[in-house]
Every structure is written in C-alpha cells, then in structure tokens.
C-alpha cells in the first residue's frame, strides 16, 4: 500500500521561517504531480501551491505568493513547503496530495497526507 506522510508543523512566531515535508512510502511506480492544501479551523480546503513531477509549478495561492516555495526530490519520492515570514493567516493544517502510480497498476490514483498542524503566532 501507499501511505503519505508529512513531517515539519509546528508553532512558530510571525516572520520565521519554516520547512514541511511529506514523504511517499510503500509500492510505487511512479508519482506525478505532488500537491499543498491547507485547512483553517471553519473554512474551506484550499489549494496553496503544486508542482509536476518534471519541477515545474504553475500555482500559487495569492496569499503566499512571494512567501511559499514548493520543491521535490523525485530520487527521495518528497515534496517540501518552505514557508517563510509566515502570517497568523497562515495558521491551518498543512496537506499533501500525490498523484500515484502503484506497482503492478497502469492508471493514477489520487492520495492524500494525514495532514500536520501549523501554528503561527502573532
């Protein structure tokens, strides 16, 4: 089986600096684009930044632009959110999502992270 697994959340003050990383195990042929979401407390999942499994990124959230700097290691099969001068706004729970081939299988099957706490404080 496939599992993702982020790594990195934690509290930090405004205008630190901070790394998320989410790492995808088990039998896996290949992975396509990797994803961030993000969710605060009484609102809607949204898609912070993506990026395609050849490096390049398409989109940022305007509320991160200029802040937020999506990377990966396809060698490493991970994906990393490097989060600088965070805001209070940026306080949520961090997701990954993958699009994943798994051994044995011909078709992309859509996987999500379970998910890991970021706390900014003013």
């Known amino acids: 089986q496939v599992q993702l697994v982020e790594s990195g959340g934690e509290l930090v003050q405004a205008g630190g600096s901070l790394r998320l990383s989410c790492a995808a195990s088990?039998?896996?042929?290949?992975?396509?684009?990797m994803a961030w979401y993000r969710q605060a407390p009484g609102k809607q999942r949204e898609l912070v930044t993506s990026?395609?499994?050849?490096?390049?990124?398409?989109y940022y959230a305007d509320s991160v632009k200029g802040r937020f700097t999506i990377s990966r290691d396809n060698a490493k099969n991970t994906v990393y959110l490097q989060m600088n001068s965070p805001k209070p706004e940026d306080t949520a729970v961090y997701y990954c999502?993958?699009?994943?081939?798994?051994?044995?299988?011909?078709?992309?099957?859509?996987?999500w992270g379970q998910g890991t706490q970021v706390t900014v404080s003013s």
């Open positions: 990026i395609t499994r050849g490096g390049t990124t398409y």
């Open positions: 088990g039998s896996i042929k290949t992975i396509g684009t």
């Open positions: 999502n993958a699009d994943i081939v798994q051994s044995d299988d011909y078709f992309s099957r859509s996987y």
